[in-house]
């Protein structure tokens, strides 16, 4: 089977910044009480007319610059969000369109902070069996068009960001190892959006209160599946891999909470120096959380030609999912 790599990785950040004294105008909290119980300073959030897609637009544009491909080189567009431009189409049709990748085939993928995983997955058997050659991965959110600003429980955790990677076939030792994928869709209601599908239509029951059009979380209960299902899936990619806990250079994991990412590091046995974190700038971006970590990691020399990687990601659904990577 051909192993996939990949060979260009981009993310875009929005300008403004909501910062923690910012939200304690807002809402009953404090910057202490955030950063101790998150790890958050700050986030970044979209300008009303900027949506999904043009945010993702920018991330392709660094990631195709690296990879020295063109938009019409570009054989599949996968998205992990939730939070498309539009219900339908798809996100996917909407970078299509406005990247200019008019050669490709379009897939969204809803599986929320694991969607960019899931589809660098899906995107890596395209290119194991020959039937893509280069695959655009994208995980990006808006999540402030879906954070209740009066829920402190939520709002203080989520901002807008993209990333993206180009993947495809590795013709030497690096790529992507291994992957793992799950679900437990039994725990659908520690975190959804009431309103909005087919079980609540938008439009049908009158008017909807602000609150069932965004995020509901569980905190707490979510906390205890993350700590232990990114723990298990990181370790198990990485035994997979062949990674010791010594060869693993970074770790990348999904920027839900600074304590998710502790209790993941000591499951899979890498010092906190291996561990990248960038949560206190932009909180958690659900999809776009792990390219954008990955984008950075690269630019700042973290990763390099022959790095051993784990990425791991976790949200709602249940859904989870990692994968050991040679870069
Ligand atoms: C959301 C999260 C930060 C809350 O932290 P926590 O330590 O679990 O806090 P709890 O939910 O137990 O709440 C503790 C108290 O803080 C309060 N609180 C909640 N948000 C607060 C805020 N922003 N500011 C101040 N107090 C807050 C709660 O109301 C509660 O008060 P009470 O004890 O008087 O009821 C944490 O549960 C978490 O990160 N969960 C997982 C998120 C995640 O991984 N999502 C993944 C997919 S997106």
Same mark, same amino acid.
């Given at each position: 089977m051909t192993r996939a790599k990949i060979i260009g990785i981009g993310s875009y950040t929005p300008e403004r910044v909501l910062t923690n004294s910012d939200l304690e105008k807002i809402v009953d909290t404090s910057d202490e009480w955030i950063i101790s119980r998150t790890g958050i300073i700050e986030r970044h959030i979209a300008a009303d007319d900027e949506d999904t897609s043009d945010m993702c637009v920018e991330a392709a544009k660094s990631a195709l610059d690296m990879a020295g491909l063109k938009e019409t080189d570009i054989d599949m567009i996968i998205a992990g969000t939730v939070?498309? !431009?539009?219900?339908?189409?798809s996100l996917s049709c909407m970078i299509q369109k406005k990247l200019g990748a008019s050669n490709s085939a379009t897939m969204d993928i809803v *599986?929320?902070? *694991?969607g960019f995983i899931h589809g660098l997955s899906v995107a890596q058997a395209y290119i194991a069996t020959g039937t893509y050659k280069n695959i655009l991965v994208f995980g990006a959110e808006k999540l402030s068009s879906i954070t209740n600003y009066d829920d402190r429980n939520t709002c203080v955790l989520f901002g807008d960001a993209a990333g993206a990677a180009i993947l495809t076939a590795s013709d030497d030792e690096s790529g992507i190892l291994s992957t793992y994928l799950k679900s437990d869709?039994?725990? !659908?209601?520690?975190?959804? +959006?009431? *309103?909005?599908?087919?079980h609540t239509p938008y439009g049908q029951n009158g008017d909807f209160r602000k609150q069932d059009t965004c995020i509901v979380m569980h905190g707490n209960e979510v906390f205890k599946h993350a700590v232990r299902y990114m723990g298990d899936a990181a370790a198990r990619v990485a035994k997979e891999a062949g990674f010791t806990p010594d060869s693993i250079d970074l770790l990348v994991p999904h920027q839900a909470n600074i304590r998710i990412i502790q209790a993941t590091a000591k499951r899979v046995g890498v010092p906190w120096e291996k561990v990248y974190l960038n949560i206190e700038k932009y909180g958690n971006t659900s999809a776009a959380s792990v390219p954008l970590a990955l984008d950075q990691a690269v630019k700042e020399g973290? +990763? /390099? /030609?022959?790095s051993n990687i784990v990425i791991v990601a976790f949200g709602g659904g249940l859904t989870w999912g990692a994968a050991a990577i040679r870069w």
């Amino acid at each position: 089977m051909t192993r996939a790599k990949i060979i260009g990785i981009g993310s875009y950040t929005p300008e403004r910044v909501l910062t923690n004294s910012d939200l304690e105008k807002i809402v009953d909290t404090s910057d202490e009480w955030i950063i101790s119980r998150t790890g958050i300073i700050e986030r970044h959030i979209a300008a009303d007319d900027e949506d999904t897609s043009d945010m993702c637009v920018e991330a392709a544009k660094s990631a195709l610059d690296m990879a020295g491909l063109k938009e019409t080189d570009i054989d599949m567009i996968i998205a992990g969000t939730v939070t498309p !431009d539009y219900r339908l189409p798809s996100l996917s049709c909407m970078i299509q369109k406005k990247l200019g990748a008019s050669n490709s085939a379009t897939m969204d993928i809803v *599986a929320a902070c *694991a969607g960019f995983i899931h589809g660098l997955s899906v995107a890596q058997a395209y290119i194991a069996t020959g039937t893509y050659k280069n695959i655009l991965v994208f995980g990006a959110e808006k999540l402030s068009s879906i954070t209740n600003y009066d829920d402190r429980n939520t709002c203080v955790l989520f901002g807008d960001a993209a990333g993206a990677a180009i993947l495809t076939a590795s013709d030497d030792e690096s790529g992507i190892l291994s992957t793992y994928l799950k679900s437990d869709g039994n725990l !659908d209601r520690l975190l959804y +959006i009431e *309103a909005g599908g087919t079980h609540t239509p938008y439009g049908q029951n009158g008017d909807f209160r602000k609150q069932d059009t965004c995020i509901v979380m569980h905190g707490n209960e979510v906390f205890k599946h993350a700590v232990r299902y990114m723990g298990d899936a990181a370790a198990r990619v990485a035994k997979e891999a062949g990674f010791t806990p010594d060869s693993i250079d970074l770790l990348v994991p999904h920027q839900a909470n600074i304590r998710i990412i502790q209790a993941t590091a000591k499951r899979v046995g890498v010092p906190w120096e291996k561990v990248y974190l960038n949560i206190e700038k932009y909180g958690n971006t659900s999809a776009a959380s792990v390219p954008l970590a990955l984008d950075q990691a690269v630019k700042e020399g973290r +990763i /390099k /030609k022959g790095s051993n990687i784990v990425i791991v990601a976790f949200g709602g659904g249940l859904t989870w999912g990692a994968a050991a990577i040679r870069w």
